[in-house]
Structures are given as C-alpha cells and as structure tokens.
C-alpha cells in the first residue's frame, strides 16, 4: 500500500530541511510554516513528493546514506510511482490534490548534498509537484490512492 513515509520543511530558503511528523496544508496556498508558502501561491510552488525509492537506490548505488529529507521535498512516499500521478487527483490521508508537474533536480540540491550526478541521476526520479485541492493535515503514514 501507498503511505507518506517521512515528511519534511523548511521555514527559509537555502536552510536545511526539518523533518517533522505532521504538515499543515491549506489549499491553493501550500504547507503552513514551509518557505514556499504564500496567500496567492502558483500551483507549482505548493507541495513536493519524492519516492523513497528512488533515494534508497541512489544512496546504494554511490554508497551513501543522505537523509531522504535532504532531497528537499515536503513529502517523501512508499510504494507509488509518483511520475505517473502527473494530471491526476490523489488522495494523501484527508487531503487532495492534483499532481502538476514532475519536479527537476536543481544545480541547489546539487550543491547543498556535494554530488554533481544528483542532477543527472534524478532526472525523471526527483518527484512531483502537487497543487493542494483541500485544506487539511497529512501525517507519517497516511495512505496515497487515486481519486476517481
């Protein structure tokens, strides 16, 4: 089954990420106390998923042990294929929200972890970015399915 596996933010930008249990989320403006967080927010600023998956390969493949919630996204998940969830509503514990657009390693993430090859070896694995539908909170181990 699908499940929110670690969540993370940031109250400023270019600061490290901290993980936390539970995020408040308000719709059309993003995660209560995350740096992306604004009255009037574009849908692409607004929530991030990456797959923990993805980041337990790159860290096996490199031998590394990088924190999930270093890869910068607001939601790490399990068991989902997240690029597919791109124009699609999705359900994450009470929340919905639609998926908007696959989420690109930047030359910051780069930087801020010391590996060039992030942007490179997560090209089309660095995630999504979600628009938030409804306002509600999403805790470790919510659910993820599709909305019908």
Not at 29 to 57: A, C, M, W
Not at 58 to 79: A, E, Q, W
Not at 113 to 133: A, D, W
Request: glycine share 6%.
């Amino acid at each position: 089954m699908s499940e929110v596996y670690k969540l993370g933010i940031s109250v400023n930008n270019n600061k490290p990420i901290n993980e936390v249990s539970s995020i408040n989320v308000l719709a059309n403006k993003g995660v209560v106390g995350d740096r992306h967080f604004k009255e009037f927010n574009d849908p692409y600023n607004q929530l991030t998923l990456i797959e923990s998956e993805n980041i337990d390969y790159y860290n096996i493949k490199y031998s590394l042990n990088i924190p999930y919630v270093d890869f910068r996204r607001n939601i790490i998940t399990k068991g989902i294929k997240l690029n597919d969830l791109v124009g699609k509503k999705i359900l994450v514990g009470k929340v919905q929200l639609e998926g908007i657009d696959l989420c690109r390693p930047c030359r910051h993430l780069s930087e801020v972890l010391g590996h060039e090859n992030i942007i490179k070896e997560f090209l089309r694995k660095g995630g999504i970015r979600c628009q938030i539908l409804t306002t509600s909170s999403i805790k470790i181990s919510d659910k993820i399915s599709l909305v019908n």
